[in-house]
C-alpha cells in the first residue's frame, strides 16, 4: 500500500455501484479522469463496472486497464459463466461475482433455492480460475441471509480460490453492533479477507464500514460521495477522513485532492454538494457562535480537530443572532476600527431583533453600515 499503515483497503465502487444511481452515467472520458484521481489517491481497488451490459461497457472497462494504474481494476459479474466471459473479453482479469443468499432473494427474485448455490459456485469458479482469472465472491443481501449458510458459502468460495469475500448489506439495514457480530464470527472461519459493502438507507453506511473495519474486515467498499443505489453507499471521504484523523489508521491521504474529485464529480452529475456535507462541505468550517468563535480565536483545537486547509476548506467567521462581544470585536478589529464595549451591546441587540423577524440579512454590511452611522473611528 501506498500510504497504508494498519493495512485497510479502499474499494471503490463509483463506477460501478455509483452509476447506478438512477438518472446518472459516465462518459468514458470521465471514467478514466476518476479512475486515475482514484488511483493517484492510493485507492487499491476500483470496481469499474458490468461486462454483461454489453461491447460498450466491455470497450470502456478494457481502456481503464489498459492504463497505467497501480489500483486493481475490478469487474462485476452475476454467478455466471457468460458474465465471466463477458469479463474476460473486455481484458478484465480480476472479477467479483455476486448471487443472492437470503432466502427472499433466491425465491422470489432467483426462483432459486439454496441447494443451487454451491454447485453454481463451482461450476463458474473452475471456469472462470481455468481461464486465468482472480476471483472475489459476493454475497447479496447478506445482512437478511441465515449466518450458519453465509458462513458455509464463504467457506465455500474461500476452498475454490477466492481472493476474498464480500458481505453486501444491499438495504441498508444492518446497525454498527449487528456488524461487528457479523464480522466477527465469520473472521473465525476465514483467513481471506472480508470485504465490506455497505448501503446507506438508514445513514449508517460510514458507522457500518468503520465497525466492520474495526472487528476485522480488510476491504471497505466505498463511492464518491456514496453515490450509488438508493440513498447510496459508503461515502470514501467520510470513511478515509475517520481511518486518518480519528483513528490514526492511514497517513498522507490528500483530501484536498479528494475534495477536488468530489466537486468535480458533482458537477457532472448536475448535484451540488450540501454546504454541510462532512469532509468536502465549502461551510463545514464557517462558525457562528459566541461561546464556539471565543475558543477558536484563543486556541483553534478547541473547536476544529485539524487546520481546515488538510480539507481544502478555510475558516470562516460569520456574524449572526448567535454571535457574541468577542465575535463583534474580532470583525471591528479585522476591519481597521475600535469598538467600544456599549456600541458593540448596541449592535448585537439591534441585529438580534432584525434577524427575529427578517430572514436573509447581510450581517456584515449591516455591520459596515453601523459603524458608519455611528461615525466609528479607525
Request: charged share 20%; with cysteine.
Amino acid at each position: 500500500m501506498r500510504y497504508i499503515v494498519m493495512n485497510p483497503i479502499f474499494l471503490d465502487t463509483t463506477l460501478r455501484d455509483g452509476e447506478q444511481t438512477p438518472g446518472l452515467y459516465f462518459t468514458d472520458d470521465e471514467k478514466v479522469y476518476i479512475a486515475k484521481a482514484l488511483d493517484a489517491l492510493g485507492v487499491d481497488i476500483i470496481e469499474a463496472g458490468i461486462p454483461a451490459m454489453g461491447k460498450a461497457e466491455q470497450k470502456s472497462l478494457q481502456r481503464l486497464t489498459q492504463l497505467p494504474l497501480q489500483a486493481e481494476i475490478l469487474s462485476w459479474n452475476r454467478l455466471l459463466v457468460n458474465d465471466v466471459t463477458a469479463s474476460m473479453e473486455a481484458g478484465v482479469s480480476h472479477i467479483h461475482v455476486s448471487v443472492p443468499t437470503s432466502d427472499l432473494m433466491l425465491e422470489q427474485k432467483m426462483n432459486r433455492t439454496k441447494e443451487w448455490v454451491i454447485p453454481q459456485m463451482e461450476k463458474v469458479f473452475t471456469f472462470a480460475l481455468n481461464q486465468g482469472a482472480t476471483l472475489s465472491f459476493g454475497a447479496e443481501d447478506a445482512s437478511r441471509t441465515d449466518l450458519s449458510f453465509l458462513k458455509k458459502i464463504f467457506r465455500t468460495a474461500q476452498d475454490l480460490g477466492a481472493k476474498r469475500v464480500r458481505i453486501a448489506d444491499t438495504l441498508g439495514i444492518m446497525t454498527p453492533s449487528s456488524v461487528a457480530q457479523t464480522i466477527s464470527q465469520l473472521k473465525e472461519e476465514l483467513t481471506i479477507p472480508i470485504d465490506f459493502h455497505g448501503h446507506n438507507d438508514f445513514g449508517l453506511a460510514t458507522a457500518n464500514a468503520l465497525s466492520a473495519w474495526e472487528n476485522g474486515a480488510q476491504v471497505i467498499s466505498c463511492s464518491i460521495l456514496g453515490l450509488g443505489e438508493r440513498a447510496g453507499n459508503t461515502p470514501l471521504e467520510e470513511i478515509a477522513g475517520i481511518l486518518q484523523y480519528i483513528h490514526k489508521d492511514i497517513q498522507g491521504f490528500n483530501f484536498v485532492v479528494l475534495k477536488k474529485l468530489c466537486h468535480t464529480v458533482a458537477s457532472w452529475i448536475g448535484s451540488p454538494i450540501p454546504e454541510r456535507k462532512p469532509i468536502v462541505g465549502n461551510k463545514i468550517f464557517n462558525h457562528e457562535s459566541g461561546i464556539h468563535v471565543d475558543g477558536l480565536l484563543k486556541n483553534a483545537t478547541t473547536y476544529e480537530l485539524f487546520p481546515p486547509e488538510l480539507l481544502g476548506g478555510n475558516r470562516e467567521l460569520v456574524l449572526g443572532k448567535y454571535s457574541g462581544n468577542k465575535s463583534i470585536r474580532y470583525f471591528a478589529d479585522s476591519l481597521g476600527y475600535e469598538l467600544s464595549d456599549k456600541l458593540i451591546t448596541v449592535f448585537l441587540q439591534d441585529l438580534r431583533q432584525r434577524m427575529a423577524t427578517t430572514r436573509g440579512i447581510d450581517s456584515v454590511e449591516e455591520f459596515k453600515q453601523f459603524l458608519l452611522v455611528n461615525g466609528v473611528p479607525k
